[in-house]
């Protein structure tokens, strides 16, 4: 049980003009979902919901991108609650779904595969019902060739799926019908199953919810470094980025630490269907950061983390028109960046960085794509991007200088002996651009990015230089040692161009 605040006054921000679906609506032979947790995790009257959650809640406006999934938190809400509502509040105001897919992790059984509810067809919370999408359950059932299942003891007690509807309830006029599923294996193989059963609605018309809390029980500062490193894998990588980034902390050890994130099972399935449908077509932002040390109720030594992460498509790619000459970065733009990506290494590793890291000019601005590449005695060390992002430049460099250091999945992680030695490289992102033709790609100038099914790859603009291919060997290297489309995969993959402007530690 978590204590919970009441309030004095109702104060509803703007999901005011929220409709509760009321009671009536449904027979009285329905079977329905009592409320589980509601007096622990969240409180058990409206008023005090309502109060508690419009403090949080302010929508994104009617012509704002509406997310494809979200990454939650799911513990009282008195320590996740807050972060829980960033995330919901990127959802545009009056925005419509087909059905929202609630998933996460079992925290009562273990089982094998993935329990869809069939038993139940309404939810209730003190806000009201919510419909549960019983038959769309009993056809991942049907599909899911013995990857779904349905056990009524998995769903019962369960609060990680629960603390969400009252969210719903908030956001929505009225709630789409919602499948609750929940995860009983760790198990990648079958993650990639249910990942693969769910991925044919995994389209716009639908939203998926993931809920997770992040580090269990190490001390505060350690959850900082576990949670904000794990929160960078998820944002700026796909399946695999995500799986080093946990087999780091685990040689990390932290100590106290039972689990890096307690749904890494659901957030692996989301990332499955995002590597499925091209990585490039995602926008993933990290919004928020709390543990329950910065909760009033919580205690430092002992935490749990919590993340906000928000994936939306990226619409926009073919619209850019881009110039030759993107960017003039200052002198002191340039040795921001590489104080930035200096400074978030030495962070995860503990080490002290004597310099200034504060960002400045461009930095502050939102936008930007970035690659971070690291060199060791002249020989790369680490090198990981990603195309787009909504954060501020600074913070997208820092991201990917841990990614770079820490994530990839070529390399070990990097050691405190080696930091101090390694080169560091940005490579600031012009957005992607598609092209329908190879005349429309310049060598030398353009990055190339290509997709076929679930297959990506690219290459920056600087390896022409490194390499002396000429085009079509740059595209059929990226095609085939990239891509793994095979050397003339690009001539049916489409293809994307991209322009960089690259900061060198070496030249500053």
């Known amino acids: 049980l978590v ?25 009285e032979t329905i079977k329905v979902r009592k409320p589980a947790v509601a007096g622990s995790f969240y409180p058990s009257s409206e008023k005090e919901i309502r109060s508690m959650l419009g403090d949080w809640l302010h929508l994104s406006d009617e012509s704002a991108a509406a997310p494809q999934a979200l990454i939650v938190p799911h513990a009282g809400y008195v320590f996740s609650g807050e972060v ?21 992790p ?7 595969g993935a329990s869809v509810d069939t038993l139940y067809s309404i939810a209730e919370t003190p806000l009201g019902r919510i419909p549960i999408d019983v038959s769309l359950g009993k056809e991942l059932i049907r599909e899911g060739d013995g990857t779904f299942t349905f056990r009524s003891d998995a769903h019962d007690e369960e609060h990680c799926l629960e603390v969400q ?24 193989g079958v993650l990639q199953d249910i990942a693969e059963t769910l991925e044919p609605y995994f389209k716009e018309e639908n939203l ?10 190490p001390s505060y500062e350690d959850a900082k470094v576990s949670d904000l490193f794990l929160a960078e894998a998820i944002s700026s990588g796909g399946l695999e980025e995500f799986l080093q980034a946990l ?22 399935v989301l990332l499955s269907m995002t590597d499925g449908q091209g990585r490039g077509r995602f926008s993933a932002e990290h919004v928020m950061y709390r543990n329950s040390g910065d909760s009033p109720y919580g205690d430092k030594d002992r935490v749990v983390g919590y993340n906000s992460i928000v994936f939306t498509r990226v619409k926009n790619a073919q619209k850019t028109d881009i110039s030759d000459h993107l960017f003039n970065f200052t002198e002191e733009e340039k040795a921001g960046m590489i104080a930035a990506a200096r400074s978030s290494i030495y962070s995860y590793l503990g080490l002290e960085f004597d310099g200034d890291d504060s960002p ?41 200088a ?70 079509e060997e740059f595209l059929g290297h990226c095609a085939r040692d990239k891509a793994g489309i095979g050397y003339y995969g690009w001539k049916d993959a489409d293809l994307y161009t991209y322009q960089t402007e690259v900061v060198k530690e070496s030249e500053l």
Request: proline letters at 5%; a positive charge; charged letters at 20%.
């Open 402 to 471: 841990r990614s770079a250091a820490f994530n990839d999945p070529r390399f070990p992680s990097l050691s405190k002996r080696e930091a101090p030695r390694v080169e560091i490289e940005v490579s600031v992102l012009s957005p992607l651009k598609k092209i329908e033709s190879i005349d429309e790609f310049k060598l030398g100038r353009d990055g190339i990015y290509m997709i076929k099914g679930a297959n990506h790859g690219t290459f920056l603009p600087q390896v022409a230089g490194e390499t002396g291919w000429n085009t």
């Open 247 to 268: 087999r780091s902390i685990s040689r990390r050890g932290f100590r106290r630490q039972d689990t890096a994130a307690c749904g890494a099972n659901a957030i692996a």
């Open 360 to 400: 400045v000019g461009i930095m502050k601005n939102k936008g930007y794509g970035v690659f971070e590449t690291l060199y060791l005695d002249g020989r790369l060390r680490g090198c990981i991007g990603r195309f787009t992002s909504q954060s501020t430049l600074n913070a997208t460099i820092r991201e990917m």
């Open 208 to 217: 998926f919810v993931i809920s997770s809390d992040f580090s269990h029980y």
């Open 84 to 104: 829980a509502a960033s995330a919901f509040n990127h959802i545009p105001r009056g925005h419509a779904y087909k059905r929202i897919f609630l998933i996460g």
């Open 165 to 188: 509807l009252p969210f719903l309830q908030m956001v929505f006029e009225e709630v789409p019908p919602v499948v609750p599923i929940v995860i009983g294996t760790e198990r990648l």
């Open 106 to 112: 079992s925290h009562r059984v273990g089982f094998a």
């Open 3 to 27: 204590a919970l605040s009441s309030s004095s006054s109702i104060v509803y921000g703007d999901a005011t003009s929220t409709n509760i679906v009321t009671m009536s609506r449904y027979p």
